[in-house]
T-cell receptor, first 116, second 112 residues
Framework: GAVVSQHPSRVICKSGTSVKIECRSL??????MFWYRQFPKKSLMLMAT?????????EQGVEKDKFLINHASLTLSTLTVTSAHPEDSSFYIC????????????FGPGTRLTVT | GDSVTQMEGPVTLSEEAFLTINCTYT??????LFWYVQYPGEGLQLLLK?????DKGSNKGFEATYRKETTSFHLEKGSVQVSDSAVYFC???????????FGKGTRLSVIA
């Protein structure tokens, strides 16, 4: 149980275009979803927290107009990187937490974004 | 605020060696504690968890005991395999809808 999927797994886009990444909880309802960014050989950097039906809460230094997060249902959250630039190239990982459990988060497999 | 400190890596071990990755935490209240594992190019997988003092979490030969007196949750495995090569993250639960608080991760390389 507690499976989280992410799509796409890899994406290459041209500078200036927008890219949408989907995160789905497949077998549980995710009351809260989290988006992370990870640089090579580095720890996770939390970008934002989103609760279903509410606006996302962004971490300091993360541009909310550049990284649009939508959590429209209890099983789906999307991250849209708008007007992507090469410095946005990274590994993006989502995670989800249900209403049960003891606070654990379940992670998607990640999306490798490359902006050329 | 809450924080997690884990030993700096990388850690390199020979196959069948004993593994310990230290993790200590600072938190108010009684958080739940977790170990996650990240294999190359993948997301994080929950490895084990413990919810109260003296609980022992275990999975796939890995163990960790929630020690309130030393605020620690060290990860151990008696005999590592090459397939255990990964990055290991210690974490504690946030309050309410706050995210997990992660350590910086420890990279483990197991050589045959």
């Amino acid at each position: 149980g507690a499976v989280v999927s992410q799509h796409p797994s890899r994406v290459i886009c041209k500078s200036g275009t927008s890219v949408k990444i989907e995160c789905r909880s497949l077998d549980f309802q995710a009351t809260t979803m989290f988006w992370y960014r990870q640089f090579p050989k580095k720890s996770l950097m939390l970008m934002a927290t989103s609760n279903e039906g509410s606006k996302a809460t962004y971490e300091q230094g993360v541009e909310k107009d550049k990284f649009l997060i939508n959590h429209a249902s209890l099983t789906l959250s999307t991250l849209t990187v708008t007007s992507a630039h090469p410095e946005d190239s990274s590994f993006y990982i989502c995670s989800a937490r249900g209403s049960l459990g003891v606070g654990e988060q379940y992670f998607g497999p990640g999306t490798r974004l490359t902006v050329t | 605020g809450d924080s997690v400190t884990q030993m700096e890596g990388p850690v390199t071990l020979s196959e069948e060696a004993f593994l310990t990755i230290n993790c200590t935490y600072t938190a108010t209240g009684y958080p739940s504690l977790f170990w996650y594992v990240q294999y190359p190019g993948e997301g994080l997988q929950l490895l084990l968890k413990a919810t109260k003092a003296d609980d022992k979490g275990s999975n796939k030969g890995f163990e960790a005991t929630y020690r309130k007196e030393t605020t620690s949750f060290h990860l151990e495995k008696g005999s590592v395999q090459v397939s255990d090569s990964a990055v290991y993250f210690c974490a504690l639960s946030g309050r309410g809808n706050t995210p997990l608080v992660f350590g910086k991760g420890t990279r483990l390389s197991v050589i045959a």
